[in-house]
């Protein structure tokens, strides 16, 4: 079945400290895999895409096809890091269906001071 | 551009009745779509479409109608409202019609039945 999986419902780190969001797929084909992000307040958006292999707002993500994962990484977290992350994967049901995204549970993400 | 505007922001209903939530967007994508996100279960695709005249049932789309007449118009409509169905309902789109990765959301709507 396709699914993603995001083992941890909330994270709270303090801030200057490594951040690791994890996320885990599962997926017949070649998956496209994102992270969101949703501020308070504020509506959902995207932040990274694997397939541009960038880095925003010190945020990295590889994908890693053998361990079928796409975990979210800072080094160095910040306050307004703060917000629900939410990991898709862009595939099909079936080879009937349509494309859509397959989003995982989501994890909240708290910086403390 | 305005992108993908949502209205209302809050509704409360009562068990039974119906409604429609409106969702638009101005940047001529093809592809429009609605999710529920509730506590610990992410977000669920209720239906979609992928260009106007065209629309197809996601993941949990009992309970639920849409339509697309035109490009910027995705209204979703509640039959018969029931409790099950207080969520937070997000309308999107993406400029991709046939692998809508980056999808740009709305504001949502918050919807209560009791």
């Known amino acids: 079945a396709q699914r993603v999986t995001q083992p941890e419902k909330l994270l709270s780190v303090f801030k200057g400290a490594p951040v690791e969001l994890k996320c885990n797929y599962s997926?017949?084909?070649?998956?496209?895999l994102f992270w969101y992000v949703q501020y308070s307040r504020q509506r959902l958006q995207l932040l990274l895409r694997?397939?541009?292999?960038?880095s925003i707002k010190g945020f990295t993500a590889d994908l890693n096809k053998g361990e079928t994962s796409f975990h979210l990484k800072k080094p160095f977290a910040q306050e307004e890091d703060s917000a629900m992350y939410y990991c898709?994967?862009?595939?099909?049901?079936?080879?009937?269906?349509?494309?859509?995204?397959?989003w995982g549970a989501g994890t909240k993400l708290i910086i403390k001071p | 551009n305005a992108g993908v505007t949502q209205t209302p922001k809050f509704q409360v209903l009562k068990t039974g009745q119906s409604m429609t939530l409106q969702c638009a967007q101005d940047?001529?994508?093809?592809?429009m779509s609605w999710y529920r996100q509730d506590p610990g279960m992410g977000l669920r695709l209720i239906h979609y479409?992928?260009?106007?005249?065209?629309?197809d049932q996601g993941e949990v789309p009992n309970g639920y109608n849409v339509s697309r007449s035109t490009t910027e118009d995705f209204p979703l409509r509640l039959l018969s409202a029931a409790p099950s169905q207080t969520s937070v309902y997000f309308c999107?789109?993406?400029?991709?019609?046939?692998?809508?990765?980056?999808?740009?959301f709305g504001p949502g709507t918050r919807l209560t039945v009791t």
């Open positions: 940047m001529n994508h093809e592809y």
């Open positions: 898709a994967l862009s595939g099909r049901k079936s080879r009937d269906s349509n494309y859509q995204l397959i």
């Open positions: 999107a789109s993406s400029i991709i019609r046939d692998r809508p990765g980056e999808q740009y």
């Open positions: 997926y017949s084909g070649s998956p496209e």
């Open positions: 694997h397939i541009s292999r960038e």
């Open positions: 479409s992928v260009g106007a005249g065209i629309t």
